[in-house]
T-cell receptor, first 111, second 113 residues
Framework: GQSLEQPSEVTAVEGAIVQINCTYQ??????LSWYQQHDGGAPTFLSY????GLEETGRFSSFLSRSDSYGYLLLQELQMKDSASYFC????????????FGQGTELSVKP | KAGVTQTPRYLIKTRGQQVTLSCSPI?????VSWYQQTPGQGLQFLFE???????NKGNFPGRFSGRQFSNSRSEMNVSTLELGDSALYLC????????????FGPGTRLTVL
């Protein structure tokens, strides 16, 4: 079946750069998305990679390599407000297009 | 545009009862998806409705059901509640194409006692 693997926790300091990896196993998918969720809040969309390569949106970048079944979210110039959970997700073609989420990575940014 | 709204925000029920949760999508969005979020299982897909039809379904028992109305508002129902149904239930709306972004509501926190 399909699955997405992410580290459960990552800790970094303010101003640093952190990379959150996502490896996946699906029969085919439309693209890789990333969502951010603050404690007690709703997930919010961060980025989407339909094609291999790097997508940059301000301090956040996301990368996809279909041949390696791998993607990552890169957060630069970390701020305290970046402390949140980050989820990768794919819309699985083999599952009728339903959105499958990873278990989430809890990022803690320390001063 | 107004965001996705969910009602109620908090709910306490006892085992065996049933519950109905409501979701109003962003205006113009035709797809509504429902997710269950628990600390141990993360975000689990329940089902997706598009133009009043269930388009996808996750691996949940038949006690979980849903529907969508002609105005795209959606409800999900859980019958014969179990303790393990305690979770945050999130709905998300989107335009409904294969690569679209999901816009999540604030969720309904269900506690089953």
């Amino acid at each position: 079946g399909q699955s997405l693997e992410q580290p459960s926790e990552v800790t970094a300091v303010e101003g640093a750069i952190v990379q959150i990896n996502c490896t996946y196993q699906t029969s085919g998918f439309y693209g890789l998305s990333w969502y951010q969720q603050h404690d007690g809040g709703a997930p919010t969309f961060l980025s989407y990679n339909a094609l291999d390569g790097l997508e940059e949106t301000g301090r956040f970048s996301s990368f996809l390599s279909r041949s390696d079944s791998y993607g990552y979210l890169l957060l630069q110039e970390l701020q305290m407000k970046d402390s949140a959970s980050y989820f990768c997700a794919v819309r699985d073609q083999g599952q009728g297009g339903k959105l499958i989420f990873g278990q989430g990575t809890e990022l803690s940014v320390k001063p | 545009k107004a965001g996705v709204t969910q009602t109620p925000r908090y709910l306490i029920k006892t085992r065996g009862q049933q519950v109905t949760l409501s979701c109003s999508p962003i205006s113009g969005h035709r797809s509504v998806s429902w997710y269950q979020q628990t600390p141990g299982q993360g975000l689990q897909f329940l089902f997706e409705y598009f133009s009043e039809t269930q388009r996808n379904k996750g691996n949940f028992p038949g006690r979980f059901s849903g529907r969508q109305f002609s105005n795209s508002r959606s409800e999900m129902n859980v019958s014969t509640l179990e303790l393990g149904d305690s979770a945050l239930y999130l709905c998300a709306s989107s335009s409904g194409t294969g690569t679209d972004t999901q816009y999540f509501g604030p969720g309904t926190r269900l506690t089953v006692l």
